[in-house]
């Protein structure tokens, strides 16, 4: 097996210079922030649109929705302002790319801000960082600053008539503030409960304005869409999700790591490839393609082009592309207890579905996992699951379900021998 051919690390390109990108002198050296200044001087915010809108940009956030298309969306002459809202609540377990974004390249997300700001008619834009991610607030926080001190954010950015203005803001902490309208909720100095859409937040968002709430990767990718074109950015991968793509490999593989590699690369080759293979040779049992939220597939799953269409067929979601690999001593029962025991966790309460049967999931789980459950139990996870999907205001009690459903149609041998070593 060999490495798809990659011709060079955008996303990741911190990782190739020898210099820090985190300051802002070595970005503009390295031709930094002068797509943005090229753009505003040279095109029309809707051509702006139109351009990502050509490349195919997917959101790689986990939904998969075409940017383009949700800038398009945005409520105009409302008389409101517009904002524009950066995802950096990177709380999906499995998931660490935006991380490694924001603490080794925040001026490559703040120039995709401020091309996206220009395109949607945005003078405001606001970074919500996760509650956690305090060193990466702290380098925002920096790269705001130095960027506001040269004239790139501000009033009259580059010397043209256009304002955009830049705030961090370090969340609460929690899952939930992931959910774009729970996001919104808690920038509002609320409780970050989701809200019922519609409307949806390109019409009725943050304090009632239009709103785009965009991924850290995503925002990324349009600073590469911009300066090489949506042609180059077509040629990568599918064409119906074309791009570069960050993919996170975690669990039992040799080196864990974030892989930048083309969308439709194969779930195969980046763990035997990339990753290294399963760790001390063992055999591969299972994969979680996506974060935690997502289907699991079974090792005989594996030879799957990594992108939003490829996995929906195979029954599982890219989601954030959080690849969670499992060795073939791997204890089912526990990793899906692990696994529920975060989704109670993490529930805002706010929906009775989720609220009570994350709860029930947990504890049947536990059940199960100490020796005195009964095959009954699995039947009632199979019903409760059934009763948690697509009942609630957000989609936590729908992340919180599948796994369950995955993991007992896939592995149930599991979950029905660890019942026999009981009663036997």
Request: net charge negative.
């Amino acid at each position: 097996m060999t490495e798809s051919a990659y011709p060079e690390r955008v996303l990741l390109h911190y990782l190739d210079q020898e210099s820090d990108l985190c300051d802002i002198e070595n970005y503009v050296a390295d031709g930094g922030y002068a797509t943005a200044r090229r753009v505003l001087d040279e095109m029309a915010p809707v051509e702006v649109i139109d351009t990502v809108k050509e490349s195919g940009l997917r959101g790689r956030g986990g939904a998969g929705f075409p940017t383009g298309m949700k800038w398009g969306f945005v409520a105009r002459d409302t008389g409101k302002p517009v904002y524009l809202l950066c995802n950096a609540d990177e709380s999906e377990p499995g998931t660490f790319k935006d991380r490694l974004l924001i603490e080794n390249d925040p001026h490559q997300l703040i120039e995709g801000m401020i091309l996206s700001a220009y395109a949607i008619g945005s003078e405001k834009a606001f970074i919500y960082v996760r509650g956690e991610f305090r060193k990466g607030y702290d380098i925002l926080c920096r790269a705001v600053e130095a960027a506001e001190a040269r004239g790139f954010l501000g009033e009259k950015i580059f010397g043209t008539e256009h304002t955009v203005g830049i705030v961090v803001h370090l969340g609460a902490g929690a899952y939930i503030c992931g959910e774009e309208t729970g996001l919104i909720e808690s920038l509002e100095g609320k409780r970050a409960h989701p809200r019922i859409k519609p409307p949806f937040p390109a019409v009725q968002g943050l304090f009632g304005c239009p709103t785009i709430v965009n991924n850290v990767e995503t925002l990324a990718c349009v600073r590469h869409v911009m300066e090489k074109g949506p042609a180059w950015f077509k040629g990568i991968g599918p064409e119906k999700s074309p791009g570069p793509k960050l993919f996170c490999v975690s669990g039992h593989v040799n080196k864990p790591g974030v892989f930048e590699l083309p969308m439709g690369t194969s779930l195969r080759e980046l763990i035997e490839v990339h990753a290294g293979g399963v760790t001390n040779g063992r055999a591969l049992k299972a994969v979680i393609p996506g974060g935690s939220s997502v289907p699991i597939l079974r090792a005989d799953e594996v030879d799957l082009a990594m992108d939003f269409d490829s996995v929906a067929a195979a029954g599982s979601m890219l989601g954030s592309a959080g690849v969670i690999v499992m060795d073939e001593d791997t204890d089912m029962v526990a990793t899906l207890r692990t696994i529920a025991h975060f989704y109670h966790h993490e529930s805002c309460g706010q929906c009775t579905p989720c609220r009570e049967g994350t709860g029930w999931l947990e504890t049947i789980l536990l059940r199960l996992e100490s020796g005195e459950g009964t095959e009954a139990d699995i039947e009632t996870l199979y019903s409760v699951a059934g009763g948690m999907m697509g009942t609630t205001i957000c989609a936590l009690s729908d992340a919180a379900a599948m796994p369950v459903r995955s993991f007992l149609d896939k592995f149930r041998d599991d979950f029905l021998g660890s019942l026999a070593a009981v009663q036997g």
